[in-house]
């Protein structure tokens, strides 16, 4: 069957396969991998288990899938869904509607659909993200995403203390985040891309490419929705996936896998020097009154590690941060430094003291 060409909504929760033949709800999910002709989602299982592999994901564990119902959430479903039998899985479906377009009710009940057609139960939400986005004076995307993860772990925790959260994260998404860091002038720590894992959250397709996935569903006549400001070259993001990355595939074929590549190596190095952070600042805090000994500084990457670490969430920007170090290592003393969030720190006599 020839998947269509148009897919801006799900039409029905259920699986089309060669022949017009839909699987019904409560058939066996380990049947999403076989088809006539071949096992065309054999691309997404062979992702998923290697993925669940690396992230050392238990048979018998309780995994919430998040899906939107676009390529890579669908692929995450169904990829899942396939394995579950076999490894003893217990999946649950969530799915947040973010109530921004005039179809996402719409896409929330196909999505629920394709959940009992794998016999999945669902959990759906609609959060008016436009609204919270003015009210906590976010970015739309970063609202949406806020209430996105907060939703995700209300869910988990109300299925099983140790239910991880597994999103579709692809190596495509990995590499266009460090290059939007790059361009920003992020340092080792924002290089790192995104994380497989981030407490119970796991990303098990994250050296998987979106290309493949796609072309595994539609092989397999799966129908997933697709969303219409992907295409809006306004978002940084999409100037990334449409302009950028091309141009680098053009130089290096493998450019996302080396960028990706790129992304672990320096999560190696960002956690290395998290670990002489942690032993840099506890041997020169003062235990009497919490003072910062900065009368030896130490290399200016590892300050820097130091007194984020001291200071810790929000960090500081980067501009304030350099200050601080400045007025610590320079010659004048008695010099106090503001760092936002209603912090300040004060340098008297090489130490520093955060206020």
Do not use: C
């Amino acid at each position: 069957m020839t998947p269509p060409e148009r897919r801006p909504t799900i039409a029905s929760g259920a699986v089309t396969r060669p022949g017009g033949r839909k699987s019904q709800s409560g058939a066996n999910p380990r049947r999403a991998t076989t088809v006539s002709g071949g096992e065309p989602l054999r691309s997404i299982t062979n992702a998923w288990a290697d993925g669940a592999a690396r992230l050392n994901i238990p048979d018998g564990a309780s995994i919430v899938l998040a899906v939107s119902g676009g390529p890579d959430s669908t692929a995450l479903l169904h990829g899942a869904a396939a394995l579950a039998p076999d490894r003893g899985w217990r999946l649950t479906v969530a799915h947040l509607d973010h109530a921004l377009r005039s179809t996402s009710a719409d896409e929330a009940a196909a999505v629920a659909s394709v959940a009992a057609s794998l016999g999945l139960p669902a959990e759906v939400r609609r959060v008016d993200v436009a609204a919270l986005a003015a009210a906590e004076h976010r970015s739309l995307e970063d609202a949406g995403r806020q209430a996105r993860y907060r939703f995700l772990e209300e869910v988990a925790a109300a299925r099983h203390p140790d239910a991880i959260i597994a999103t579709g994260h692809t190596g495509d998404d990995a590499a266009e985040t460090i290059l939007l860091r790059l361009v920003r002038g992020s340092g080792v720590r924002g290089l790192r891309g995104i994380p497989e894992r981030r407490g119970r959250i796991v990303r098990p397709l994250l050296r998987a490419r979106k290309a493949t996935l796609r072309a595994a569903l539609d092989e397999a006549g799966i129908a997933y929705a697709t969303d219409p400001s992907n295409a809006d070259l306004a978002h940084s993001r999409n100037r990334v996936r449409a302009d950028l990355l091309p141009a680098l595939e053009r130089l290096n074929p493998a450019a996302v896998e080396a960028l990706t590549r790129f992304g672990r190596l320096a999560a190696d190095d960002d956690d290395l020097l998290d670990a002489l952070a942690t032993a840099e600042l506890a041997e020169r805090r003062s235990t009497e009154d919490g003072s910062i000994d900065w009368h030896r500084p130490p290399a200016r990457a590892l300050g820097r590690r130091v007194l984020r670490l001291a200071l810790g969430d929000p960090a500081p920007s980067a501009e304030r941060l350099e200050a601080l170090l400045e007025a610590a290592e320079g010659p004048r003393g008695g010099v106090t430094i503001q760092l936002g969030a209603g912090r300040g720190a004060s340098v008297r006599g090489r130490n520093i003291r955060l206020e």
